[in-house]
């Protein structure tokens, strides 16, 4: 059981969560044991494996660290990302996460970007596998030249220099969701991703990679598919094309 008492964090880390009973427990356990106090919220689209009854008996456990947000149907991991934002922002957080739910992200690395963004005036911080190389554990040879191609042509497209524009693990400033129209962000799948670091680039942001250590998941399943990659290929040219012709609403 959980006794220490204290105020409410200032970071918030946002957690999706479908059908991930196997992972989000260990998960938050290992946020909770962190040096740093981090505030969890998961937001789980009505997982039919029971993902948010476990969750809610955690909420019991650490009424001041962890929160749960439930929605009826799966919509999609960009509407449940800004469904955590637009809760978090409701709040005094200074800094929201990103962060998927299946320890393909190293908890331990939410310390790192943290301090990116509390120490070195940083108002995006990117948990990045390509800055430093190809840092990706556990996936196979197309899959890793996918991701990396995804990457490197989002980059070439948007002219943003961003070594993992596809990246999933990141820290925020309060002021880039405050400042971002979050009920404009048109895309749901991974390009929603895309999406939110090409609108913090047009704002004049500052961003910066943090390298990281990427590791597939081992537990669950995963979640991409053809439809998510043909929105990034396709969407990511219409998106750049709408802002070359100031029609891109931010």
């Not at 939110?196 to 597939?216: G, H």
């Amino acid at each position: 059981m959980y006794y220490k008492t204290r105020s409410m964090s200032n970071a918030l880390v946002v957690i999706p969560t479908y059908n991930e009973i196997e992972n989000i427990e260990r998960l938050l356990r290992s946020i909770i044991m962190l040096q740093r106090d981090f505030d969890m919220l998961v937001v789980d689209d009505n997982s039919p494996d029971g993902t948010s009854v476990l969750v809610e008996k955690l909420t019991l456990e650490y009424p001041e660290r962890i929160f749960l947000l439930k929605r009826d149907a799966k919509l999609g991991l960009g509407a449940a990302y800004i469904a955590g934002f637009k809760w978090a922002l409701t709040k005094t957080y200074s800094y929201v996460f990103e962060m998927d739910a299946d320890f393909s992200h190293n908890p331990k690395d939410l310390l790192s970007l943290y301090n990116t963004c509390e120490h070195e005036d940083c108002d995006m911080a990117i948990g990045s596998r390509y800055v430093t190389g190809v840092n990706v554990v556990n996936w196979p040879m197309n899959r890793v030249l996918l991701s990396w191609g995804a990457s490197r042509y989002v980059r070439w497209v948007t002219g943003m220099n961003i070594d993992d524009t596809t990246a999933g693990f990141i820290c925020y400033k309060r002021h880039v969701l405050e400042t971002i129209n979050l009920d404009a962000i048109k895309f749901v799948g991974y390009a929603f991703q895309i999406e939110m670091k090409f609108k913090t680039y047009l704002s004049k942001f500052k961003i910066k990679e943090v390298p990281v250590i990427f590791t597939d998941r081992t537990k669950g399943v995963s979640k991409m598919s053809k439809g998510i990659i043909s929105e990034a290929i396709f969407g990511v040219l219409t998106m750049k094309l709408k802002s070359i012709f100031n029609r891109l609403e931010i």
